[in-house]
């Protein structure tokens, strides 16, 4: 079992920034390919980014491009995503999710292991 515990979001106003953070437990973090999804009131949870289990793999979906950024940490068993230029439809719950497998990175149905959402609210 991983553990996942997402925090950092919060209300912004378009342009700002926010740093999610996602922090495990349980099985060794540094196996898992770890992804960021989202999902809004009223339509299908989507992926954000993802990392492979050595940060050496990284990938956006074109929304985000240029504006976020995923790392991690592995020392500290904490994923991270840097969220820039906000916009109002980025407004979501943000959820991180673990995965063995970074090749099935863009579906969410591949994930194992999933934490609870924190709330983003981009005001305009």
């Known amino acids: 079992q991983v553990q996942l515990v997402e925090s950092g979001g919060g209300l912004v106003q378009a342009g700002g920034s926010l740093r999610l953070s996602c922090a495990a437990s349980?099985?060794?973090?540094?196996?898992?390919?770890m992804g960021w999804f989202r999902q809004a009131p009223g339509k299908e949870r989507e992926f954000v980014a993802a990392?492979?289990?050595?940060?050496?793999?990284?990938s956006y979906a074109d929304s985000v491009k240029g504006r976020f950024t995923i790392s991690r940490d592995n020392a500290k068993n904490t994923v991270y995503l840097q969220m820039n230029s906000l916009k109002p439809e980025d407004t979501a719950v943000y959820y991180c999710?673990?995965?063995?497998?970074?090749?099935?990175?863009?579906?969410?149905?591949?994930?194992?292991?999933w934490g609870q959402g924190t709330q983003v609210t981009v005001s305009s």
């Open positions: 999710a673990a995965d063995t497998d970074y090749k099935r990175r863009y579906f969410s149905s591949s994930y194992e292991y």
């Open positions: 349980g099985r060794t973090f540094s196996n898992y390919a």
């Open positions: 990392i492979s289990w050595s940060g050496g793999g990284i």
